[in-house]
């Protein structure tokens, strides 16, 4: 990003360019992946980025790196239970890591992290009007690799970027609902239609031809859904 551009004129542009990226993803885990290229981008002196998105409690619901050291920093991090990441996601406030050679907070992250190549790290919380849903990070390979301005850039765009993720969030979880509705309707309806057959082919009252049904699955080892379907496709030849 243009260093010279004044910061606000530099955040409108990087906060379209977010709404285009992030807007005309389908699943999160391509918004989130789409959000950590752009960090890369806007943050200049960043050797790679990341985001992860957490539920209530701290656990990843998805994650995206623009490269692998990044992702194993990460990965560092949720299996020891601490980090900048997991700080700024639980404190929701922004961590700045000037060295890790020398940062005291986490001292069995940065002992972990000695022999990879990042040096100083920016974390920042991606907040909602419900909290935090993650966290999202930029590294250097350098010690003190983030100015000021550097720091207040990733402020100001995870705010915007928090709110279109959620907006992903809640469309990626209502067509998981609708299309998990929809095979929970067609599984009720083939029951419905496979007993019926069974009434038919063998003079059997409902809940008998039910229960006919329900032990032919059990016997068979098979889910009654799958069964009601054979039996349905079976009259129908």
């Not at 985001?51 to 701290?58: A, Q």
């Not at 991090?77 to 907070?105: I, K």
């Not at 008998?208 to 032919?216: P, R, V, Y």
């Amino acid at each position: 990003m243009d260093a010279d551009l004044p910061l606000a004129d530099e955040l409108a542009a990087l906060t379209a360019r977010l709404a285009d990226l992030l807007l005309t993803h389908d699943t999160v885990d391509e918004a989130v992946l789409a959000l950590a290229q752009a960090l890369v981008e806007a943050i200049p002196g960043t050797a790679g980025a990341g985001v992860s998105l957490m539920d209530g409690w701290g656990r990843r619901t998805s994650t995206a790196s623009t490269d692998p050291v990044v992702l194993d920093a990460d990965q560092l991090q949720y299996d020891l239970g601490q980090g900048p990441c997991l700080s700024a996601w639980a404190q929701q406030t922004t961590m700045n890591v000037e060295d890790t050679h020398t940062e005291t907070r986490w001292p069995t992250w940065t002992r972990a992290v000695a022999d990879l190549p990042l040096r100083s790290v920016i974390s920042s919380p991606l907040l909602t009007r419900d909290g935090a849903i993650g966290a999202l990070k930029v590294y250097s390979p350098a010690p003190g690799g983030f100015d000021s301005r550097a720091v207040r850039v990733i402020e100001l765009l995870a705010r915007p970027a928090a709110l279109m993720l959620a907006n992903t969030l809640a469309r990626d979880s209502a067509q998981r609902l609708s299309d998990g509705l929809i095979r929970a309707l067609g599984d009720r309806d083939a029951v419905r239609t496979a007993t019926g057959v069974l009434m038919e082919r063998f003079h059997l009252g409902r809940d008998l031809a039910l229960a006919t049904l329900i032990t032919g699955s059990r016997e068979r080892h098979e889910p009654l859904n799958q069964l009601s379907r054979e039996i349905i496709g079976d009259a129908q030849l």
